[in-house]
């Protein structure tokens, strides 16, 4: 018996349920946790799940900022007034303390301290780091895009310094997956480790 197939047209759908459903297909999807300084100081940590690499040289990244009330998010804020941000990633032991920075908080209210971390400086830019996340990439946006027809916005930034940890970097040049244990995100409030790990050579042409 062949599977039947559900045929869904996204504009017969609301907002909410169209969300819902790309976030749950497209899985399972890497956390940036972008933290970011404001003009006046004001410090911002948040997790942002619509985020990849998109260029390896030079080393680029991309995440989607979507807006709170119809007004931009402090990340995004920030970074439209500074410019400059990092992309810190977490592993499996931080999994719950950054969806503590997931809230809707104020403006002026430190996510740091929201979820007890402590900060550490960065090198190339002014927002600091998350002193514990296993590898952190400081990066400057070099293109904010609004998305036509939609709320959210694409931030690119070009990464200017990686850190990561001693014991993840491996003497071939790349972090080690499973040292690392990324976690990484999937639909309604669930994540996900790391699985199996398939290792399958392309071929040779």
Do not use: C
């Not at 119809?70 to 032991?93: A, S």
């Not at 301290?113 to 002193?131: C, H, N, Q």
């Not at 996340?133 to 930034?157: H, R, V, Y």
């Amino acid at each position: 018996m062949e599977n039947q197939t559900i045929t869904i047209d996204p504009s017969e759908l609301s907002s909410r349920d169209s969300y819902r459903l790309l976030i749950s297909v497209v899985i399972p999807r890497p956390i940036a946790w972008v933290s970011t300084l404001g003009v006046d100081g004001t410090l911002n940590l948040a997790p942002y799940s619509f985020f990849n690499a998109v260029s390896g040289d030079p080393p680029t990244v991309i995440f989607s900022v979507g807006q709170r009330e119809g007004q931009p998010k402090d990340t995004l804020r920030n970074i439209q007034e500074t410019g400059e941000f990092v992309v810190n990633l977490p592993d499996r032991l931080l999994a719950e303390t950054m969806v503590k920075t997931a809230g809707e908080w104020n403006y002026d209210v430190d996510e740091f301290e929201v979820a007890g971390l402590e900060t550490t400086p960065s090198i190339g830019v002014k927002p600091p780091r998350v002193a514990t996340a296993p590898i952190a990439m400081e990066a400057k946006s070099i293109q904010i895009i609004p998305i036509d027809g939609s709320p959210n916005t694409l931030i690119l930034g070009r990464i200017v310094r990686f850190h990561i940890q001693e014991g993840l970097f491996l003497p071939k040049g790349t972090v080690d997956a499973k040292a690392f244990n990324p976690v990484a995100r999937l639909g309604s409030a669930d994540y996900a480790t790391l699985g199996e790990i398939l290792t399958i050579l392309r071929p040779q042409v």
